[in-house]
């Protein structure tokens, strides 16, 4: 295998895949990057047996060849290379890759490419597309609130039902639900239930960059998951089992629903997080419906330590309903305020021990449900 790339594509290509090495793997080929020709330019793919990506850069092919080189070693190396020009020499007999750079000549030793984990050709006809920015919109609305623990692995990933022209992806951890829904160019043929990793999906929208399209196929019976976007595909195994049915969450009514400034309550929130954040993250909502049309509404947010100290914010606020008392957890708050785009945003609440719902103004595309805690 001889071939000649540019340093900046290299560091490009290996930043894409480095994320799927499995860091602490019993096979030591796992943590190496797999490179190979492929019909003129270089494939670079790494895996942890969950997740694999692959990225295709362009490079000037001499001969072919194909050999896994310790990741980190590979892209550290990489990322320092004086020259424009890396000219990549292997040597099949001992698997050393010859790595010439500028005056930098390296050698680093690999291990046989036949001993790293068949990677399926994935079969794109009927592929579903999507529109890069909305879907990486929809995963970073609905990603951040799966559960992060492993005891409940189901809850690890979003759940993504495609039917006719409907797409609908929601996550949820025990105290929190994020449901995002989105119309798709064309409808699909078949539908799709699937339950992908989150952190799968936040790699692919990490990826996906300034495509255009992403292509998305489920293969029947392989329990997988195929991503393709222009340079790169992401192939993630799906998590078995069955999703909570969500619409059960969801409060059909509520008893008061507060319409206040997304910007203000969110920077009402991340100080009220600077005093939470010691105990138990709880911050008092306070809705103070106006007595009369003279009068403005208001949301008091306040939290308090036993060791800091405490914080009150009070914040104008359209009160539609009854005045109450309610707590949440201030970091789960703040996380969704961060990722919802409009002006205002909408609260809805019914008691103290019942779940708020959190609505983006004028999208009614996105619902988040947040649990109560204990006012104590």
């Known amino acids: 295998m001889k071939v000649t790339v540019l340093q900046e594509n290299l560091s490009h290509g290996l930043g894409i895949v480095s994320r799927a090495v499995s860091p602490r793997s019993t096979l030591p080929v796992l943590a190496n990057i797999l490179i190979a ?11 942890n047996l969950e997740l694999g990506i692959t990225a295709w850069i362009p490079a000037k092919v001499e001969d072919e060849g194909s050999t896994t080189i310790p990741s980190r070693t590979f892209s550290d190396l990489v990322n320092t290379l004086p020259g424009d020009q890396v000219l990549l020499n292997l040597d099949d007999e001992t698997q050393t890759m010859n790595i010439r750079s500028g005056a930098s000549t390296n050698d680093i030793k690999g291990i046989d490419a036949d001993e790293f984990p068949p990677l399926t050709a994935p079969d794109m006809e009927g592929a579903i597309q999507l529109n890069v920015a909305d879907f990486k919109e929809m995963i970073h609305q609905v990603a951040f609130a799966a559960s992060t623990d492993e005891a409940r692995p189901v809850l690890m990933g979003v759940l993504m ?19 995002r829904k989105a119309t798709l160019s064309a409808p699909v043929e078949k539908a799709v ?26 293969p029947e019976g392989r329990g997988q998951v195929i991503f393709r976007v222009k340079d790169a595909e992401l192939v993630s195994q799906l998590i078995e089992g069955t999703f909570p049915d969500y619409e059960q969450i969801i409060p059909r009514s509520y008893k008061s629903r507060t319409l206040i400034s ?44 036993e060791e800091t100290g405490s914080n009150e914010t009070i914040v104008e606020a359209t009160v539609d309903g009854i005045g109450l008392l309610i707590a949440f957890n201030v970091k789960f708050l703040r996380e969704v305020l961060e990722i919802i785009k409009t002006p205002n945003v909408a609260l809805e609440t019914s008691a103290p021990n019942a779940p708020g719902v959190v609505r983006p103004v004028g999208d009614d595309d996105f619902t988040h449900v947040i649990m109560p805690m204990h006012l104590g």
């Open 193 to 218: 239930n699937a339950i992908i990793p989150a952190r799968a999906l936040s790699e692919l929208a990490r990826i996906a960059g300034d495509s255009d399209t992403i292509s998305m196929v489920v």
């Open 262 to 305: 997304t910007a203000a309550l969110l920077k009402a929130c991340k100080q009220a997080e600077i005093f939470a954040r010691d105990g138990t993250n709880v911050a008092r909502l306070e809705i103070k419906a106006a007595e009369n049309d003279m009068e403005p509404s208001e949301v008091e947010i306040s939290a308090q330590s």
């Open 37 to 47: 020709t492929d019909e003129g330019r270089l494939r670079l793919s790494a895996t």
């Open 161 to 179: 039902t495609v039917s006719g022209d409907q797409i609908v992806m929601a996550s949820a951890d025990g105290f929190r639900l994020s449901v």
